[in-house]
């Protein structure tokens, strides 16, 4: 557990993660659920989730992003929408826009849907259709999308991008833009979960990533005004961590379907830990004081070599998701880090299996 000084500088999260349900009409083989998908039965009620927003907006909390699974297929999405703009949270939907309408969609607007965040899977429909294992899913996010603008929301396209839609970085761009997006989101798989499962048939290879980081600084000079890009590099190629989530339970944390409330989205991979329910405590005493959520804040747990190094304050440590998953150990080292003893071992496990040439997907299901 971190010392008394983390608990005491810890500032209020800014932003809450709302993973409604792990129902989704879509199989994504990067999908960032976990591999034990949480039943309907298992999900929070309307009231508790209501009850969770309204303690979210007293700790400060001012975005509430909307997710799942596939959050539309909650029913009582209006309600929960309402119950954030009573308390003055600005909320985004993130969808596959694959169950939504003009009817809903107005709905959603009425009860104060603020944005609307849309996944695609491609550019084009075929790698799109593939990759959700959803015939017809690219041509309705086209739809809606169109939907989304008329109704005078503002959109951003994310796709997650991987081996089989890289070299299409271009066009990516070119359909944010036809679509008058206000931001695109360029997503690397983040490879835990599923996605872990589906390496081989989705990392890049080194040549892909650099000529894919060169459209993207090229894009975003020139259409900047028009269209915002984000960019979510990958780490197996990387000399240094990123800063995963701005650092573990500093800024953001996530409730799924069941009530778990995690540090970051990803968290329940790293598998022995014990995550407190909202159903048992409140949100602001698992922020401030539940022993997961202070474990990995600051940089008091560090061992050699993050401990002294000088980019430690920058990163802290990297992605304890991450360093579990190729290691073992959530303490280690996070191997996109060149000090890890396991950077080698990464690096040659991503260039061989982006030479491997697997195309099968393990679906989500």
Same mark, same amino acid.
């Given at each position: 557990?971190?010392?008394?000084?983390?608990?005491?500088?810890?500032?209020?999260?800014?932003?809450?993660?709302?993973?409604?349900?792990?129902?989704?009409?879509?199989?994504?083989?990067?999908?960032?659920?976990?591999?034990?998908?949480?039943?309907?039965?298992?999900?929070?009620?309307?009231?508790?989730?209501?009850?969770?927003?309204?303690? #979210?907006?007293? &700790?400060? $909390?001012?975005?509430?992003?909307?997710? @799942?699974?596939?959050? =539309?297929? !909650?029913?009582? %999405?209006?309600?929960?929408?309402a119950?954030?703009?009573?308390?003055?949270?600005?909320?985004?939907?993130?969808?596959?826009?694959?169950?939504?309408?003009?009817?809903?969609?107005?709905?959603?607007?009425?009860?104060?849907?603020?944005h609307?965040?849309?996944?695609?899977?491609?550019?084009?429909?075929?790698?799109?259709?593939?990759?959700?294992?959803?015939?017809?899913?690219?041509e309705?996010?086209?739809a809606?999308?169109?939907?989304?603008?008329?109704?005078?929301?503002?959109?951003?396209?994310?796709?997650?991008?991987?081996?089989?839609?890289?070299?299409?970085?271009?066009?990516?761009?070119?359909?944010?833009?036809?679509?008058? #997006?206000?931001? &695109?989101? $360029?997503?690397h798989?983040?490879?835990? @979960?599923?996605?872990? =499962?589906? !390496?081989?048939? %989705?990392?890049p290879?080194?040549?892909?990533?650099?000529?894919?980081?060169?459209?993207?600084?090229?894009?975003?000079?020139?259409?900047?005004?028009?269209?915002?890009?984000?960019?979510?590099?990958?780490?197996?190629?990387?000399?240094?961590?990123?800063?995963?989530m701005?650092?573990?339970?500093?800024?953001?944390?996530?409730?799924?379907p069941?009530?778990?409330?995690?540090?970051?989205?990803?968290?329940?991979?790293?598998?022995?830990?014990?995550?407190?329910?909202?159903?048992e405590?409140?949100?602001?005493?698992?922020?401030?004081?539940?022993?997961?959520?202070?474990?990995?804040?600051?940089?008091?747990?560090?061992?050699?070599?993050?401990?002294?190094?000088?980019?430690?304050?920058?990163?802290?440590? @990297?992605?304890?998701?991450?360093?579990?998953?190729?290691?073992?150990?959530?303490?280690?080292?996070?191997?996109?880090?060149?000090?890890?003893?396991?950077?080698?071992?990464?690096?040659?496990?991503?260039?061989?299996?982006?030479?491997?040439?697997?195309?099968?997907?393990?679906?989500?299901?």
């Amino acid at each position: 557990m971190a010392d008394g000084s983390v608990v005491s500088t810890l500032r209020p999260p800014i932003a809450m993660l709302a993973e409604l349900t792990h129902r989704c009409p879509l199989q994504c083989p990067y999908c960032s659920n976990p591999l034990d998908l949480q039943r309907r039965s298992e999900e929070l009620t309307t009231e508790e989730w209501c009850d969770v927003i309204r303690q #979210a907006a007293a &700790l400060g $909390v001012m975005q509430i992003h909307l997710s @799942g699974g596939e959050p =539309t297929a !909650r029913s009582d %999405l209006v309600e929960i929408i309402a119950a954030a703009q009573a308390v003055g949270l600005y909320s985004n939907l993130i969808t596959s826009g694959v169950m939504l309408d003009e009817a809903k969609l107005a709905t959603l607007k009425a009860a104060g849907l603020d944005h609307v965040q849309i996944s695609f899977q491609d550019s084009r429909a075929a790698g799109g259709n593939l990759i959700g294992n959803f015939k017809g899913g690219h041509e309705k996010k086209l739809a809606v999308s169109k939907l989304v603008r008329d109704a005078g929301l503002p959109l951003t396209v994310n796709v997650v991008v991987h081996r089989q839609n890289l070299d299409r970085i271009e066009e990516i761009v070119d359909l944010a833009l036809a679509l008058d #997006a206000h931001r &695109l989101e $360029v997503a690397h798989v983040q490879y835990y @979960g599923w996605a872990l =499962t589906n !390496r081989a048939s %989705l990392m890049p290879s080194r040549a892909q990533v650099d000529h894919a980081t060169e459209v993207v600084e090229a894009a975003r000079k020139e259409h900047r005004g028009r269209l915002a890009i984000d960019y979510v590099v990958p780490d197996y190629y990387a000399r240094y961590p990123k800063k995963c989530m701005d650092g573990w339970g500093s800024q953001y944390f996530a409730v799924t379907p069941r009530g778990r409330m995690l540090p970051c989205h990803a968290a329940e991979t790293i598998t022995g830990l014990d995550f407190p329910s909202v159903r048992e405590e409140s949100l602001a005493e698992i922020w401030a004081g539940a022993e997961i959520f202070n474990r990995f804040r600051g940089t008091d747990w560090m061992a050699e070599p993050c401990r002294s190094c000088e980019h430690r304050e920058r990163d802290l440590g @990297g992605c304890r998701c991450q360093a579990f998953a190729l290691t073992g150990d959530a303490t280690a080292t996070d191997p996109a880090c060149s000090l890890s003893p396991h950077h080698a071992e990464m690096l040659a496990t991503a260039q061989a299996e982006a030479d491997s040439g697997d195309p099968e997907y393990i679906y989500r299901r």
